[in-house]
């Protein structure tokens, strides 16, 4: 029985779907394509049909969880570090940010898996720098890198804890410590001083 085209499109995003949850969960090594096309409820047999290979699949599943997670509209930083920054998140491998979960893994994949890491990175990077502090674009686009690497680094280590106190102290401290940034960075603009013990910018 021959498959419609919107059904052979509706599997391929099922696939894609799943794939980036179980990348993200398990990272790109421990998943196989047996274990996608069985959560997807699929044949395997049927997943050449669908890509050309386990890389082309990796990069087209990692460019969809990024698109998903560093396009759309956003209203500060803080807000949004608040959210990023939280227990759920840390805790959610398989729901959570593909850039935490899999940059490190990229580094070792085919450059084409490299190449949707760049661009999701460079999305993200654009995205905050519309509504980062600073009275210019290089001012701007400082604060959202540092702002992003903090954001990735202290969700990176806290999932790599095993001391839960710990784990989550690096979310709590990370989440105040930007939030003290932009704290003094309005004060300053105001025309105030930093807050006592707060290192400016």
């Not at 790109?28 to 997807?40: H, P, Q, R, S, W």
Request: aromatic share 6%; with cysteine; hydrophobic share 40%.
């Amino acid at each position: 029985m021959r498959v419609s085209r919107e059904r052979v499109m509706g599997n391929r995003l099922t696939i894609l779907d799943i794939a980036g949850q179980l990348f993200r969960e398990r990272g790109f090594e421990a998943v196989t394509v047996a274990d996608i096309m069985k959560a997807a409820g699929l044949t395997h047999g049927g997943f050449y049909g669908y890509f050309k290979s386990k890389d082309d699949l990796i990069a087209e599943a990692l460019g969809q969880a990024l698109t998903k997670t560093t396009t759309g509209p956003l209203g500060d930083l803080t807000t949004y570090a608040a959210g990023y920054l939280s227990r759920a998140h840390r805790d959610d491998l398989a729901g959570g940010c593909p850039t935490a979960a899999l940059a490190a893994e990229t580094i070792r994949q085919d450059a084409v898996v490299r190449t949707a890491m760049t661009m999701g990175l460079k999305q993200q990077i654009e995205r905050f720098s519309r509504v980062a502090a600073g009275e210019n674009g290089t001012e701007k686009r400082r604060e959202a890198i540092g702002s992003w690497a903090a954001m990735v680094g202290a969700i990176v280590l806290a999932r790599a804890s095993d001391d839960p106190a710990l784990s989550n102290e690096l979310l709590a401290q990370t989440r105040a410590w930007l939030g003290a940034k932009a704290k003094d960075r309005r004060r300053r603009n105001r025309g105030g001083r930093p807050s006592k013990g707060r290192t400016p910018g």
